[in-house]
Structures are given as structure tokens and as C-alpha cells.
């Protein structure tokens, strides 16, 4: 199931249902009589490759996730507020966002960008709550080493002591990251950091275990509007990525509904 969530993803991903699209067309157009339909789905393909590699449509289909809920801030969570001195906090989980364990590599060369993103932001909040543990979240899937162990490796490296940190590097997906770091944490309110885009379907899977999560959204890609400027005018792989950041979570959402995986 889980192999067959990611063929269905990679598949509706902008770029590579337009090319499909595309190529599809131009077999027709080359080696069927099928003249019309190949037209059709060549055009098809390039305008839905045309309208993802702008802005517009992206931000808009992203906007909304990523900003579904506030960044963190300790005196502005109720959670945190019926403890004046914070220590309501116990943990403070980073979700795992892909990495590329290469020995040859540099350290920070290996952890994704969205990784060590969450990174810096988990170990910012650990940081302001002593005695919290750093939980750091993510199997290793299709690599050897898991993102959990990467992103130990890279919070030991600028100063976080190996005893605060817990590993959970079982998990393939963000459900079984739910799964595995509930007996961790149990019913304790904790901080979840996770990309923007990523923070609604994660708390919705949290919450259905009966766990009490605190947003931490980072990694934002839409900001607000400021107006128009000369690269508004031409396309971007950047827009592609966006959207497909914002298919996948939609996908996402979707599937743990019809599953009754996710609380809304």
C-alpha cells in the first residue's frame, strides 16, 4: 500500500502528468491515425505544464495549507500558557523530510533542505524549554540510514547533548511517524515541527490517536503578495516544486479522510 501511495503520487505530480500527457499525444500524432486526440492531449500537456510553472496557480493551492495555522510562539499557545515557567513542554518532535546518506559526503550535504529546516526550528523551541527532549522522527524507507539518525547526527554537531535526543526510525510515512511517537509521548501536550505546507494533514493523524500537538509550521513558500516583479513573467522549476508540493499534501489529505486515518 504504502509503494502503491507513492507510484499514484509521482504520477499526478504536475511535471510528470504533463510529459505523460505530452508524449501520449505525440504517439498518437506519429504512429496512429488517431489524429485529433493526439492534438488534444499534446495541448493539454503543455498547458498544464504552462500554468504550474507560474506562480499564480501554485500559491494558491498552497497558500492555504501553510498558513492553516500560526507559527509558534511560546506565549502565544495556550498550551504553554497554563505553565508560566514552560515546563509543560516535555518534547518537542521534529517530523523527517528526506535526506541522502552519502559517506562522502559533507554532513549537511546529506540532510535535505526541508529537513534541516525543521531542524534549526526544533532546535530553536528545545532550546527555550530546559529539560525538554528533542524527538527527531523519520525512517530510512528507500535509504539505509533513516532521516531520524541524520538529523541526530546534524543537531549533535552544532551542540544539542546526545542524551536529549529520542529517535523514532521506524516510520515510512507521517502515519506511522503518528503510530510510533505516541507511546513516547502519550497524552503529554508536545511541540510538532513540520513543513508549513505539511503541518495540517500532521496534526489532523496526530490528533486522531487522541495526541495533543502544538503547531510549529516553518518553511513557508508562499509569502504575502508584493506586487508584481520581472520574473512574475516567466516560468520556474520553482513553481513546479510548489505545486507539487501542494498536490501531494492534497492527495495526502484525501487519502487519510477515505481511510479514516486524519481528525478534522
Known amino acids: 500500500m504504502f509503494i502503491l501511495k507513492k507510484i499514484i503520487s509521482v504520477f499526478l505530480s504536475p511535471l ?25 492531449l499534446v495541448s493539454v500537456g503543455v498547458i498544464l505544464l504552462t500554468l504550474f510553472s507560474y506562480s499564480v496557480i501554485p500559491d494558491r493551492l498552497l497558500r492555504p495549507l501553510e498558513r492553516q495555522y500560526n507559527s509558534f510562539e511560546i506565549r502565544s499557545s495556550a498550551a504553554v500558557q497554563k505553565a508560566e515557567d514552560g515546563s509543560i513542554i516535555k518534547f518537542v518532535v521534529v517530523l523527517g523530510g528526506g535526506h541522502t546518506s552519502d559517506p562522502e559526503l559533507p554532513l549537511i550535504s546529506q540532510i535535505s533542505r526541508s529537513s534541516l529546516v525543521r531542524l534549526m526550528e526544533g532546535i530553536r523551541i528545545y532550546k527555550k524549554y ?14 539505509p540510514v ?16 546526545e ?18 511517537i505516541k ?12 513543513t508549513a ?15 495533543n500537538p502544538i503547531p510549529s509550521p516553518i518553511g513557508h513558500s508562499v509569502s504575502e503578495e508584493q506586487g508584481l516583479s520581472p520574473y512574475s513573467f516567466f516560468p520556474s522549476t520553482y513553481n513546479l516544486e510548489k505545486a507539487e508540493m501542494a498536490i501531494h499534501e492534497y492527495l495526502g489529505l484525501t487519502w487519510t479522510k477515505l481511510r479514516g486515518q486524519r481528525q478534522d
Open 16 to 40: 510528470t502528468l504533463s510529459l505523460l500527457l505530452f508524449f501520449l499525444g505525440l504517439y498518437l500524432l506519429w504512429f496512429t491515425t488517431k489524429q485529433k486526440a493526439g492534438k488534444i
Open 130 to 143: 530546559p529539560g525538554a527532549k528533542l524527538l527527531l522522527s523519520g525512517g530510512g524507507v528507500f535509504d
Open 146 to 161: 533513516s532521516d531520524a539518525e541524520i538529523m541526530a547526527r546534524v543537531a549533535m554537531e552544532i551542540g544539542v547533548p
Open 163 to 180: 542524551r536529549d535526543i529520542i529517535l523514532e526510525s521506524k516510520s515510512k510515512d507521517t502515519k506511522d511517524e503518528a503510530r510510533f
Open 183 to 194: 507511546p513516547i509521548v502519550g497524552n503529554e501536550p508536545f511541540v510538532l515541527v513540520t
Open 197 to 211: 505546507s505539511h503541518i495540517p494533514r500532521s496534526m489532523a493523524l496526530f490528533k486522531k490517536l487522541g495526541m
